[in-house]
């Protein structure tokens, strides 16, 4: 298996819940081709432990659906992110 490393960019947290951007780098054994992929985690904590975890290939996808969750939990617990 060639190289892959994992790379942080940006945490966004409110109360239990987490958005963040990452890339994975990687590098071909073979051919030594470098490749970059970024992607996007929503994740929602609860007394420390994460009890929901949901990966994105496209950023967009993930902060429209944190968008679209945010307005839900808005409405079910009147505040922004359901606490």
């Known amino acids: 298996m060639g ?3 994992n790379e942080p960019e940006a945490y966004f ?3 239990e819940h987490m958005l963040a951007f990452h890339v994975v780098h ?3 054994r073979h051919s030594g081709t470098e ?3 970024p992607f996007a ?9 994460m009890v929901y975890f949901k990966a994105y290939v496209h950023r ?14 808005s409405r079910s ?3 922004a992110f359901g606490g």
């Open 77 to 79: 617990t009147g505040d």
């Open 35 to 37: 490749v970059a992929m």
């Open 13 to 15: 947290a409110v109360g």
């Open 60 to 73: 967009e996808d993930a902060l429209s659906t944190s968008a679209s969750q945010r307005r839900s939990w």
């Open 26 to 28: 990687g590098r071909g």
């Open 41 to 49: 985690v929503v994740a929602r904590w609860r007394e420390d432990l």
């Open 3 to 5: 190289e892959i490393r």
